[in-house]
């Protein structure tokens, strides 16, 4: 049997960092909302093959140890299923290294799908301490509704659906890579976000505290090395949308509108400016998927 997972990008619209533990990770604030640009992962297990498959459409992915997707069935393997194999396919449509959790999409919707073909009736609480070994984005990707990410990405706290509103997402040409950033970051430095206060404007679905109170620390120093992140954000701005910025560590700059049609003309405007651009609704929840 085969299952088909969506594995939806997500974006933050609130991100801060408030400290680094003595182990070297981080500490993250952050709220982040799953958007309706998402790749499909095709997973299928038996015991006629004991090992793992993947694939991807996209040949300069890794197919090995080095996809996330692959570390998520090897984790389910050793932790559920000694002798079955599982064999992973990978329609890639969201940009790699772009700030849009790509990698980790996939690794949850594994981490769901092997859920559901092993009968293990695990919580979504359960997938994600699984996936947090994986990165820190894959807890919440194995939620994939707008929720309050805290620790080292572990603790998801869901926040209800967003607002009516439209997202333009615009991918510049650079790829980023999120340690790069992660290196760069001064924390004496580093301007905080009020990430509690974005947290309870969507809870409340208030827009206007939302559009006002939205953040991302780490804009400052990925926009130094891509002017591109801040010239796209001025761009967004000025063609109307209500409110634009970096996602995660960049490059994707994001614009939210809360009309359709102001929407539209931001995105079609953008398209002389740069090539990756999209035009998304945030993601419906995703909490039937899985067993609660
Ligand atoms: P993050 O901020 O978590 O690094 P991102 O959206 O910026 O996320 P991804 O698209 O996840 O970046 O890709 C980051 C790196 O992860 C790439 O260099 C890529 O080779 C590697 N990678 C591993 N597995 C995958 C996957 N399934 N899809 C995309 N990239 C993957």
Redesign the pocket.
């Known amino acids: 049997m085969d299952i088909i997972e969506k594995a939806p990008?997500k974006i933050n619209l609130s991100l801060d960092t408030p400290f680094r533990h003595l182990d070297g990770d981080l500490e993250w604030r952050m709220v982040m909302v799953a958007v309706d640009l998402a790749?499909y992962v095709q997973v299928s297990s038996d015991d006629r093959f004991t090992g793992i498959k993947l694939e991807?459409d996209?040949g300069?992915?890794?197919q090995d140890y080095?996809?996330?997707?692959?570390?998520a069935a090897k984790k389910m393997q050793q932790l559920f299923a000694g002798h079955q194999g599982v064999q992973i396919q990978?329609q890639?449509k969201?940009?790699?290294?772009?700030?849009?959790?790509?990698?980790?999409?996939?690794?949850a919707a594994v981490l769901r799908a092997l859920n559901k073909l092993w009968k293990l009736k695990l919580n979504r609480a359960q997938l994600a301490e699984i996936g947090l070994q994986i990165?820190?984005?894959v807890p919440f990707c194995v939620y994939s509704e707008p929720a309050l990410v805290t620790g080292k990405g572990e603790k998801v706290v869901p926040l209800g659906e967003l607002p009516v509103m439209w997202i333009i997402l615009a991918k510049p040409k650079a790829?980023?890579?999120?340690?790069t950033i992660l290196k760069k970051i001064s924390y004496a430095q580093l301007a905080h976000q009020d990430v509690g206060q974005v947290a309870e404007a969507v809870r409340r679905k208030d827009e206007e505290l939302l559009f006002h109170t939205m953040g991302n620390t780490l804009e400052e120093i990925t926009g130094t090395v891509f002017p591109e992140v801040k010239k796209l954000k001025n761009k967004m701005l000025e063609f109307g949308a209500d409110v634009a910025q970096m996602t995660?560590?960049?490059p994707?700059v994001f614009g939210l509108c809360s009309k359709y049609s102001r929407a539209q003309h931001v995105y079609n405007s953008l398209k002389g400016f740069c090539e990756e651009v999209y035009l998304v609704r945030p993601c419906k929840l995703l909490s039937e998927n899985v067993s609660s």
């Not at 080095?66 to 570390?71: D, E, K």
């Open positions: 990008a790749d991807t996209m300069f992915l890794p080095h996809n996330l997707a692959y570390q990978i890639k969201i940009p790699v290294a772009a700030g849009m959790g790509g990698g980790s999409a996939d690794a990165d820190s984005d790829s980023v890579s999120t340690p995660g560590s960049g994707t």
